[in-house]
């Protein structure tokens, strides 16, 4: 008798982690930026990518009379897939998520930019996972 519960018990275990892993659904192991700082002498702005949500945030750290802007764009072809620009060049934050743009699991960079007539400043970040 002592068997037949020990095997029932492994089979109800065995079935229990089976439809664990089957509702589980996919993972996705994105990659998120981390902050990338513009690259002028004293960064004054500076962006990132968070995979979850596929959200952009981007930083105008002085006030300097740039506007700070991040592009995520596709690895395959530098296609920009989401932009997000501080709406006044001093001392702001932006934040907006973009997941149904962003198609899941393609190689993405990150650049982000202080902008002002024509001039520009990047700083970059490659090869990141959506």
Same mark, same amino acid.
């Given at each position: 008798?002592?068997?037949?519960?020990?095997?029932?018990?492994?089979?109800?275990?065995?079935?229990?982690?089976? !439809?664990?892993?089957?509702?589980?659904?996919?993972?996705?192991?994105?990659?998120?930026?981390?902050?990338?700082?513009?690259?002028?002498? %004293?960064?004054?702005?500076?962006?990132?990518?968070?995979?979850?949500?596929?959200?952009?945030?981007?930083? %105008? %750290?002085?006030?300097?009379?740039?506007?700070?802007?991040?592009? !995520?764009?596709?690895?395959?072809?530098?296609?920009?897939?989401?932009? !997000?620009?501080?709406?006044?060049?001093?001392?702001?934050?932006?934040?907006?998520?973009?997941?149904?743009?962003?198609?899941?699991?393609?190689?993405?960079?990150?650049?982000?930019? !202080?902008?002002?007539?024509?001039?520009?400043?990047?700083?970059?970040?490659?090869?990141?996972?959506?």
């Amino acid at each position: 008798m002592g068997v037949i519960i020990k095997k029932r018990i492994v089979a109800a275990l065995g079935a229990a982690c089976a !439809l664990t892993f089957l509702a589980s659904g996919t993972a996705n192991a994105g990659t998120n930026s981390g902050f990338v700082e513009t690259t002028d002498w %004293d960064p004054g702005g500076r962006g990132a990518f968070g995979h979850d949500g596929d959200c952009l945030t981007v930083y %105008d %750290d002085q006030s300097d009379g740039y506007a700070v802007e991040i592009h !995520l764009f596709r690895m395959s072809d530098y296609k920009t897939i989401a932009q !997000l620009k501080t709406k006044q060049p001093a001392l702001t934050h932006e934040y907006q998520c973009f997941g149904s743009q962003v198609p899941e699991n393609i190689k993405v960079g990150v650049r982000v930019s !202080l902008i002002k007539s024509g001039d520009k400043f990047s700083g970059f970040k490659y090869n990141l996972t959506t």
